[in-house]
C-alpha cells in the first residue's frame, strides 16, 4: 500500500455503480477511529482505449453533450494515472472546458471530473474544493462522494475521511465505497476488518466490480502471510478477466513473497510493458538488482534518471516511488526536493513517510524519525514505513526500537521489492 490510488468504478455506461452498502449493516468503526488517479473500469473487458475512442465517437454524433465531454476528461485522467502521460492533462482540461462552455451552469459532471483532474495532480485540496462544489449541487452524486473521501485521505484528514464515507455509504451504496472502507480499515491497522468487508462484498458482485475486490483482497492476503490463499484469488480474477493489469501487479508481488524473484522479475517485465509507468520501472530495476543482474537494473535505473532530471520537484513529488528511488539509488537531495514539495501538497502517511526517509538518506536522520513516527503512528502494515523507521533508528543508535521494527517490517513484507529486504535483513543483523 505505498501509494494510495483513487478508485472510481464505472459502468458501461460511465456511471459508478451501487448496492452494496456497508453503514447500513452497522458495520463497527475503524479501530484508531480518531484519526488511484481515478480508474475507470467498465466491467465489460473494454480497456482504456477503447472507451475513449467510444466517448469520441458519441461526440462525433451529439457534439453538445456535454456529460459525455466531462466523462472524456474523467477517462483522460484514468489514463494519465495508468501510463504516465502528463501530456494527457491538457486533453482532459479541454474536455473539461468543452463541457463547461456548453453548460456552465450547474455542470455537476464537469465539476467531478476538474476535482479528479486536480486529484491525478496531487492538488488535493483543489480536488476536495471541487468535489465540495459539485455536492453543493448534487448530494447524491457518485464520483464527487468518492473524490471527496479521496482528497480527504491524502490530505491526512483521518477523521473527516470517515465521516466521508459513511455519508457516501448512507447516499451512494456501492464497490467505491467498499474499496475505500476496506482501506480506511487497512489504514488503521485493522486488516482483518478490511478483509472481512472486502470479503463480504466480493461474494456478490459481479463483472469489474468483483474482479477489482478480488485483487485488492488478495494483496490483503498476501501482506497478511497467506500466500496459498492469495494465490487462490489471483487465479480467480485471471479466469475473470486475464488482462487486467493490477491483477498483474499483484502476481508479480506475489511471485516475490514466494521466494520466485525469477518469475516476480520476469511479471515485472511484462508490466512495464504494458503500462510505461515510472513505479513499475522502478520495481524491476530493484528486481534486477535483487538478482545480481546489474546491468539490467542499470538500464532501468538510467531511464529513471533522465525522467526525474526532466521534472521539477512539484513534478516529481507526484511519482514517490521515483522521489524514494532518487534517494535509494541516484541524488539523495533530488529525494528530498520532490518529498518536500509532496508533503506541502498532502499531509497523509505515505508523504510522511516519503518525506521522512528522503531526509534520513540526506543526512538528517533526526528529523526523519519525527516523519517516520508519524507515518506509522495509526499502525498502518505497510512494511516500507515500518522498514524505513527501523533503518533512521539503527542510524541513530536506537537498536532496540529498530530492531523490533524491522523485524515488524520484514514480517509483513511479502512482496515488497527483494532488494529492499535484503537492505533491512543486514541491517538488522547488525543491531541484534
Same mark, same amino acid.
Given at each position: 500500500?505505498?501509494?494510495? /490510488?483513487?478508485?472510481?468504478? %464505472?459502468?458501461?455506461?460511465?456511471?459508478? *455503480?451501487?448496492?452494496?452498502?456497508?453503514?447500513?449493516?452497522?458495520?463497527?468503526?475503524?479501530?484508531?477511529?480518531?484519526?488511484? #488517479? %481515478?480508474?475507470?473500469?467498465?466491467?465489460?473487458?473494454?480497456?482504456?482505449?477503447?472507451?475513449?475512442?467510444?466517448?469520441?465517437?458519441?461526440?462525433?454524433?451529439?457534439?453538445?453533450?456535454?456529460?459525455?465531454?466531462?466523462? &472524456?476528461?474523467?477517462?483522460?485522467?484514468?489514463?494519465?494515472?495508468?501510463?504516465?502521460?502528463?501530456?494527457?492533462?491538457?486533453?482532459?482540461?479541454?474536455?473539461?472546458?468543452?463541457?463547461?462552455?456548453?453548460?456552465?451552469?450547474?455542470? /455537476?459532471?464537469? @465539476?467531478?471530473?476538474?476535482?479528479?483532474?486536480?486529484?491525478?495532480?496531487?492538488?488535493?485540496?483543489?480536488?476536495?474544493?471541487?468535489? #465540495?462544489?459539485?455536492?453543493?449541487?448534487?448530494?447524491?452524486?457518485?464520483?464527487?462522494?468518492?473524490?471527496?473521501?479521496?482528497?480527504?485521505?491524502?490530505?491526512?484528514?483521518?477523521?473527516?475521511?470517515?465521516?466521508?464515507?459513511?455519508?457516501?455509504?448512507?447516499?451512494?451504496?456501492? %464497490?467505491?465505497?467498499?474499496?475505500?472502507?476496506? !482501506?480506511? !480499515?487497512?489504514?488503521?491497522?485493522?486488516?482483518?476488518?478490511?478483509?472481512? /468487508?472486502?470479503?463480504?462484498?466480493?461474494?456478490?458482485?459481479?463483472?469489474?466490480?468483483?474482479?477489482?475486490?478480488?485483487?485488492?483482497?488478495?494483496?490483503?492476503?498476501?501482506?497478511?502471510?497467506?500466500?496459498?490463499? *492469495?494465490?487462490?484469488?489471483?487465479?480467480?480474477?485471471?479466469? @475473470?478477466?486475464?488482462?487486467? @493489469?493490477?491483477?498483474?501487479?499483484?502476481?508479480?508481488?506475489?511471485?516475490?513473497?514466494?521466494?520466485?524473484?525469477?518469475?516476480?522479475?520476469?511479471?515485472?517485465?511484462? $508490466?512495464?510493458?504494458?503500462?510505461?509507468?515510472?513505479?513499475?520501472?522502478?520495481?524491476?530495476?530493484?528486481?534486477? &538488482?535483487?538478482?545480481?543482474?546489474?546491468?539490467?537494473?542499470?538500464?532501468?535505473?538510467?531511464?529513471?534518471?533522465? !525522467?526525474?532530471?526532466?521534472?521539477?520537484? /512539484?513534478?516529481?513529488?507526484?511519482?514517490?516511488?521515483?522521489?524514494?528511488?532518487? *534517494? #535509494?539509488?541516484?541524488?539523495?537531495?533530488?529525494?528530498?526536493?520532490?518529498?518536500?514539495?509532496?508533503?506541502?501538497?498532502?499531509?497523509?502517511?505515505?508523504?510522511? #513517510?516519503?518525506?521522512?526517509?528522503?531526509?534520513?538518506?540526506?543526512?538528517?536522520?533526526?528529523?526523519?524519525?519525527?516523519?517516520?513516527?508519524?507515518?506509522?503512528?495509526?499502525?498502518?502494515?505497510?512494511?516500507?514505513?515500518? $522498514?524505513?523507521?527501523?533503518?533512521?533508528?539503527? *542510524?541513530?543508535?536506537?537498536?532496540?526500537?529498530?530492531?523490533?521494527?524491522?523485524?515488524?517490517?520484514?514480517?509483513?513484507?511479502?512482496?515488497?521489492?527483494?532488494?529492499?529486504?535484503?537492505?533491512?535483513?543486514? %541491517?538488522?543483523?547488525?543491531?541484534?
Amino acid at each position: 500500500m505505498r501509494k494510495y /490510488v483513487l478508485v472510481l468504478l %464505472v459502468s458501461t455506461a460511465l456511471a459508478v *455503480s451501487g448496492g452494496i452498502g456497508i453503514a447500513s449493516r452497522s458495520e463497527p468503526e475503524p479501530r484508531n477511529a480518531a484519526a488511484p #488517479d %481515478v480508474r475507470i473500469d467498465p466491467g465489460d473487458g473494454r480497456d482504456l482505449t477503447t472507451i475513449i475512442a467510444t466517448l469520441r465517437d458519441t461526440l462525433r454524433r451529439v457534439p453538445e453533450d456535454f456529460v459525455t465531454w466531462a466523462n &472524456l476528461a474523467l477517462a483522460y485522467v484514468e489514463q494519465v494515472r495508468v501510463s504516465g502521460d502528463t501530456s494527457l492533462y491538457a486533453r482532459a482540461q479541454d474536455a473539461v472546458d468543452r463541457s463547461l462552455t456548453i453548460e456552465p451552469d450547474d455542470n /455537476v459532471p464537469a @465539476l467531478a471530473a476538474t476535482s479528479a483532474l486536480h486529484a491525478v495532480q496531487h492538488e488535493f485540496g483543489d480536488a476536495l474544493k471541487y468535489a #465540495d462544489q459539485a455536492l453543493a449541487i448534487d448530494p447524491y452524486y457518485p464520483a464527487a462522494l468518492a473524490l471527496r473521501i479521496d482528497a480527504l485521505t491524502e490530505l491526512g484528514r483521518y477523521a473527516d475521511q470517515l465521516r466521508a464515507l459513511r455519508v457516501a455509504d448512507r447516499r451512494q451504496p456501492g %464497490v467505491p465505497i467498499v474499496a475505500r472502507y476496506a !482501506y480506511a !480499515y487497512e489504514l488503521r491497522g485493522d486488516v482483518s476488518r478490511a478483509i472481512g /468487508v472486502l470479503r463480504r462484498n466480493a461474494a456478490s458482485a459481479t463483472g469489474g466490480d468483483r474482479t477489482h475486490l478480488l485483487t485488492l483482497l488478495a494483496d490483503l492476503e498476501r501482506r497478511r502471510g497467506n500466500i496459498a490463499v *492469495s494465490t487462490q484469488l489471483l487465479a480467480t480474477v485471471r479466469r @475473470l478477466d486475464p488482462d487486467y @493489469l493490477p491483477a498483474l501487479i499483484s502476481r508479480a508481488r506475489l511471485a516475490a513473497a514466494e521466494g520466485r524473484p525469477h518469475r516476480s522479475a520476469h511479471l515485472w517485465q511484462r $508490466i512495464v510493458v504494458l503500462a510505461d509507468h515510472p513505479e513499475h520501472h522502478v520495481e524491476l530495476g530493484e528486481a534486477y &538488482l535483487a538478482l545480481g543482474r546489474h546491468r539490467l537494473a542499470k538500464e532501468q535505473f538510467t531511464q529513471l534518471i533522465a !525522467y526525474a532530471s526532466d521534472k521539477d520537484a /512539484v513534478a516529481l513529488g507526484r511519482e514517490l516511488d521515483v522521489a524514494l528511488f532518487m *534517494s #535509494d539509488h541516484a541524488d539523495p537531495e533530488v529525494g528530498l526536493a520532490a518529498a518536500r514539495a509532496e508533503w506541502r501538497s498532502r499531509k497523509g502517511i505515505p508523504a510522511a #513517510d516519503a518525506l521522512g526517509w528522503a531526509l534520513h538518506q540526506a543526512g538528517n536522520s533526526e528529523k526523519a524519525l519525527r516523519l517516520a513516527r508519524l507515518a506509522t503512528r495509526l499502525g498502518t502494515p505497510d512494511s516500507h514505513f515500518w $522498514i524505513h523507521r527501523g533503518l533512521i533508528e539503527a *542510524s541513530l543508535g536506537l537498536d532496540r526500537q529498530a530492531q523490533d521494527h524491522l523485524t515488524y517490517g520484514l514480517r509483513i513484507s511479502g512482496g515488497i521489492s527483494p532488494w529492499q529486504i535484503q537492505r533491512a535483513e543486514r %541491517v538488522l543483523a547488525e543491531v541484534r
